[in-house]
């Protein structure tokens, strides 16, 4: 399990180990996080690990966030102490926790993977259009962008939700809510060709349902889609990490950054709560941030 230079240390986790039946890992980084404090109350005070108060504790996670730890693991070492000094306190060797009352640091949510607008130019165009499986890929790929509709419902389209009259598709989403959803003039074109020139070809007689199916003549699934995202990033020369939810993080994204509105945005993404919204004004943030230094003079 490493070695420890706290001999109360090493109680407490041998203590645990017998309790819970805990990982050789899990031990190792208990003992670097508790190991870790005691050296530093050492250094600041020379007190020890009983005589600890709260505002010992306090001061070690804001030292450990001023050197640039992160939040998670911040968060990660009181959950270790909290732990500790509930075990000395369950023992009576001390009269009050010193982790009590002490809120965890704060994570946030952490920001949306997405794509610059010249990376989905470069995925929408990578698709072989002169083959019926590349122009079914294509026209999925543009109604991701255009729609930002959850692959599910991307998938799950049926015939009946798309008015390529009016340029919509209707979809119900979570809470079966059903919301309208412009589709623009690019899928549009694209949809139509894969409806008249690919769909027909690849069913071959066969009735389906859903609007986009496979060579086997069956649905598209979302793992099917997934794959294929996957084979078109590579293809387009996109070495990032990418799903399909990377494109409806891309379509929400790009509408922040060109002046749409936040609740448009929330309408269209078909989200009950604007709070579930606002992290992509986080990352429209963050890129005009990047725009303003690479392109100011003074940046």
């Known amino acids: 399990m490493g070695q420890r230079s706290d001999p109360l240390i090493d109680q407490f986790l041998d203590a645990i180990w017998m309790e819970r039946g805990l990982s050789k890992n899990t031990l190792i980084a208990y003992g670097n996080d508790l190991n870790g404090f005691a050296n530093w109350l050492h250094t600041q005070s020379a ?6 108060r709260r505002e010992n504790v306090q001061a070690y996670l804001a030292h450990r966030l001023a050197r640039q730890t992160s939040p998670r693991t911040a968060a990660r070492q009181l959950s270790t102490l909290r732990r500790f000094y509930a075990w000395l306190l369950r023992g009576n060797r001390i009269l009050e926790d010193p982790t009590a009352l002490i809120e965890a640091p704060r994570l ?9 607008e010249a990376e989905v130019e470069a995925l929408l165009g990578a698709p072989d259009t002169t083959t019926v499986l590349g122009l079914r890929d294509r026209a999925m790929l543009e109604i991701l962008y255009a729609s930002g509709l959850r692959v599910s419902e991307l998938v799950n389209l049926i ?3 798309i008015n390529l009259q009016q340029g919509v598709v209707r979809v119900t989403g979570k809470g079966n809510k059903e919301r309208l959803v412009p589709l623009g003039e690019e899928a549009i074109v694209w949809l139509e060709r894969y409806l008249s020139e690919a769909r027909p070809s690849m069913l071959n007689g066969r009735p389906c349902d859903a609007v986009f199916v496979t060579q086997r003549r069956d649905a598209m699934t979302r793992q099917a889609f997934w794959y294929m995202i996957k084979r078109q990033a590579i293809a387009a020369g996109i070495d990032k990490p990418l799903s399909p939810h990377t494109v409806r993080h891309a379509f929400a994204t790009h509408l922040l950054n060109h002046g749409a509105d936040l609740r448009v945005v929330q309408m269209l993404l078909g989200h009950s709560d604007l709070s579930t919204t606002q992290i992509y004004t986080h990352v429209a943030r963050a890129r005009l941030k990047e725009l303003h230094a690479r392109h100011h003079p003074r940046g």
């Open 159 to 161: 015939p009946s939700q």
């Open 47 to 52: 007190l020890n690990l009983l005589l600890v």
């Open 108 to 116: 946030g949510r952490p920001l949306p993977k997405t794509l610059t």
